[in-house]
Structures are given as structure tokens and as C-alpha cells.
């Protein structure tokens, strides 16, 4: 049971609140109130608690000083692993709680492989999408969420070294630059979405919090059936080009950032998916395109 | 570990995390049979800290079978030191054990011939200011530490266990006849020297702080290598020859008090005889009961900001003669000024 706002609101800004998001549980605490506020918006419906539970990791946004507090407000980090993370301005404050989120997972879990892919589900068909940064990756995962799919996860894709599956790690899509209007359009609705964080390194963010059936999903784990690759070209005629079994295994590799520690376990897992799925590139040029290009490769390939 | 709360288990990982020591615990609770019993989140992070000990290690291990190629027409030998070592031993101090760099230690005039090879096989010094290039030159017992950009591991050559200025600074050449070879001209150094190294480095260089990792790994050096019968009085002649007494003695004291060592009396004794006075011992005591396990004990701060900042400025004066001391501080602290 979730403890009421104004209980996370006073852990939150005290001694820290517990929030889980699939496998992971991270203790955090927000001494900014704006950050604070934004941060209770987009996690809106996430599991809470203020109960103690074992803890993967902590983040604590605070402060450096009284001056960097009031004066020229800037956020700090603090993880247990890390705490000399470039400080941002408090207007851009929600991006350092995802960049300690983010990187905390990305060197800490072992468990699971990481894939930098996006993971969802129709009919129990696991699909995962990854992708190098601008190829769409966030908003055909996102469009495919708000399109009645489940959403599993956008940054990391978590498959369990031992029973093979997909597990969920929804946390909000970070979308970027032009990618933001096409889903607002998508969406309809600007409730899930936060505001919009300009300047930062990379362009405009702004974060979308999953569809809420994704949420309370978020402990039930996927087969993985299928593989796509998205490639964005603005001018091209929408494709599929299939991928075979090898190809398949060294670009699943390729976009996980955890093989080589794992090693020989996720080899084997690799292997397995690379075998069990079938995989393709597609070219599109608007996520109409691309969406219609995922139900079709499915459609003609599993029945 | 089975009758641990929640909050229990936090203060355990935190405290492991701040003392490195959760790929020791993964390895701990899997060998005593616990595992199965744990709660399956207890697990799942010391199954991250199993996996992330194995890869550093198996990191660390590549980066040798690379320094081999790197040295290749060197023929002297090449000294596998400290966590590098145990782990090409299989020594129980090796499990679990997170090791990020790797030490070799070579014949002073060796110093220049294996730079080389190194230098020529891509490795790049880490050290670019010119007067930390010349203190390491001039006053370290090792070189600028050496990192190859593929890899971003650190390698770092000693030519002694200690800075030459150090006034414990021993005969090298001594430890280095008696490293026994492992493959090829990769040595290890003897068991009684790979422990009074350990030793030296722990209470004689180091600062002492969150150090309960490094008094482990001399329980586990202890508890491995007393079992052949002749271990104990060829560890206390050896200590006696290259003039590490007092380090020796703080070692079993608090090997004894903290992890219950199974240290013989007469041993004891023996290691005595080169106890400091009343006072020092008692400073000692309060210094390092104090810093061995800092986290999580409740402490006032104050004593335990003294206690710490104690033993870093006694590692400091150990290290260098007080004229050298003072001026390498005043050069340090005017650097700092200028920077900022």
C-alpha cells in the first residue's frame, strides 16, 4: 500500500523514501522543493514506501552549500558510488535524479543483462528495441506503450541471466527534441508528460510516464520473441530487412552494457535469445510507419 | 546473517560497501552454506558484488597476461605484488576481492628497461604535472603510475615496498632473491613476504582509514600459510631481518582483538619485544579502534575526525625526513591556494 502525498512528500525531503521500480529498490532523497514537486509528478502511481526495504542504491539531490541552495541554485548528486557528478542548475533538476538513477543501474546491475533498448509486449510477445542514440528507440517504445501495448522499459532492457526472461524497469521515457511534439500529438493528454528541459547536453528533454496498466505491471517478466532494430530516415520508403541468427547475437552484444562483466552467463542468455527470437531492421520515416511496420513483421513471422 | 532485519541488512551492505567488502561477503555466505537462506534481494546484490568482483579479477589477470607480451625480451623478474598476487595464487585473501590496479615490483635498475618496454607497447603515464613526475623520480618507491588507453587499467611498478625516504625502508634485494617464480619471469614474492608486505603496507604506509579489508586479508594470509609447521619462526626471523617489528606486532594485536586470529602465544611474546611504549600504544589503540570500522558505530565525530586525520599525518611522517616533509607540503599546499 502506498503511503499518502504529504507522507512522501516528508520522506522525501527527510531521511528518504524507498521506491521500487521492478527489481530495483532505491532509497531517495530531494532537498529541493521544485525538483521535488516535479519528480512526484512524473513518478505519480509508482510503488512507494516509507517502510525500510533492502536497498539496491541511494541518491541524495541536495545542495552543496547555503549559497549554491539560494543564491545560484545548483544540484548535487550523491551516490553511494559516485559523488562527483557535474552539478546542474536546480532548473534542470529532474535530469540529475534520472542521470543517479540511470548510472547507478548501468554499473551496478549484474543480475540481469542490460540492453540500452526499449522493451514491450502484445499477446505476451516479448519485443525488444535497441538502438543507438537518434534512431527512435524512446519514441517507437513510448508510441507503441500509448498505442496499447505494455511498456517494460525504455533505457534498460533487463533479461535474467538464469530464466531467460524479459524483466520490466518502467521507468518515465526520456524523449528528446522533435521526438517530444510527435508524442504529445500521440498522447493527447499533457498529464503524463513533464515539462520541458532546455539547453541540456543533449537538446530538449522531456520525460513521459508510462501507461499506467505498464506500472502495475511492472513485476510480471516477458518471454523475448522478437528483436527490431529502428532506423529513422526522414526520406526513406518504410522497410523491413531481416536479420540472421548471427547478426542477431553480435548486435544484442553490441548494445549491452554489462556482457563482458556478466561473461560466460551471458553469453549463454545471448545465445538462447539470439536462437528463440527472430530480428529485423526497419526503416521508417514517421511512427505511424514504424508502428505499422512492428505489427506487421510480427504478424508474418509468429503466429 | 539468517536473523538480519531489513534495517539490519541495509547497515550490513552499506557498511561492506564503504569497506569494500561485499564481494567478500557474497563469497562468504556461499561458502558457509547460508546462501539459499538469504532473502532472494539479499542475493540479488551480492550476486552484483560476486559478478563485479570476478570481472575486476578477471580484468586484472588479462592486464598481466598483456604486461607479459609488453615485456617480452625483459628476462629478470617480474614481481606480481599484492592483490595481483593472490589472485595468480588462488590465496583464499584473493575471494571476493575487488581489485581495480595491479603492482609489479622489478630490480631498481630494471626501472628504466621495463618503462620502456611499456612505454613502447602504448601505455601512457597517468602523471602529467612535472613536479608529481619528479617527486615519484626523485622520492616514491614506484613510477608514475601507467595506464594503457584500451584497457584503463592501472599499472604501477615499484622498485620498493616503501619510499626509499621511508625510515623503514628495508633491503629490498633480500625480498626480491627470495620471490619464487610462477610462470615464465612472472615471481610472487615468499609467503612470509607477501604477509609482512602486507603488513608494512597497511601500518606503515597507508592511513588506516575504513582498513578493516586489509586486516582481513592478513587473517587470511595468516590462517593459510600457518598451517606448514615451520611458518611462525621464518615470519618472525624474517621480520626481525629486514627491521619490521613494530609493524608485525601491530598486525597480530589487532588481527587478535578484531577477527580472533589464531595467533600461538610464544608468538605473541616474541612480536612484543618490539611493542611501542605505554603511551604511543594507547594512542594507537584509540586511533584504530576508532577508524578499523568506522561506519554505522555511532562514535562521536570529533574523536573519530582526530583519530583519522591521527593516523594520515603519522603515515606522513613515517614516510619522509621533516625538513623533506615540510617542503613537499608547502609545495603541495600552494598548488592547492593557486588552483582555486
Redesign the interface.
Known sequence: MNPDLSTIKRRLSGSGLFMTVG?I?TKISIKFPSIRDEFMHIYKGYSFSE??????YYLDVYAKSFYRRYVRPQVALNT??RNNFVPLPESMGLLSVEMGMNWQVAF????HVLFHAGVVERDGIGVVIPAISGSGKSTLSAGLAYDGWRFLSDEFGMLDVDTGLLYPYPRPVSLKNESIAVMKDWVGDPEPFSREYEGTPKGTICYLRPPVPSLENMHKPVRPRVVIHPVFNPNAKPSITPLTKTMAFFRLVRSSANY????EAAFHALTKVAEETISCEITYSSLEEAIALVNQFIDENIS | MLKLT??D??SV??AA??LKLRGRLASDARENGLWEQL?H??Q??L??AR??A??RQ?KVMWEVNRLRRALFGFEDKVILVKGGAYIARGLRAAKGRISVDIDILVAKKNLDIVENHLLLSGYASQVLNSYDQQYYREWAHELPPLVHPDRMVEVDVHHNILQVTNRLCPNINLMIEAAVPLEDNIYVLSDVDILLHSIVHLFVDGTIKASLRNLLEQHDLISEFSQQADFWTQFMDRAEELGFGRPVFYCLRYCAHFLNTDIPSEVMTRAKKAAPGFLTLKIMDMMIFRTMVPYGTGGSKVTDYLATNGLYIRSHWLRMPPALLAKHLTRKFFRRFLKS
Do not use: S, Y
Open positions: 527489481p529498490c517502510q525500510p526495504e533492502i536497498t539496491d553511494l558510488t551496478g546491475c549484474k543480475t563482458g562483466d556478466i561473461g | 531489513v534495517k541488512w541495509n551492505f552499506f560497501h564503504m532473502p534481494k539479499a540479488q546484490i550476486t552484483n559478478i563485479i570476478e570481472a578477471r
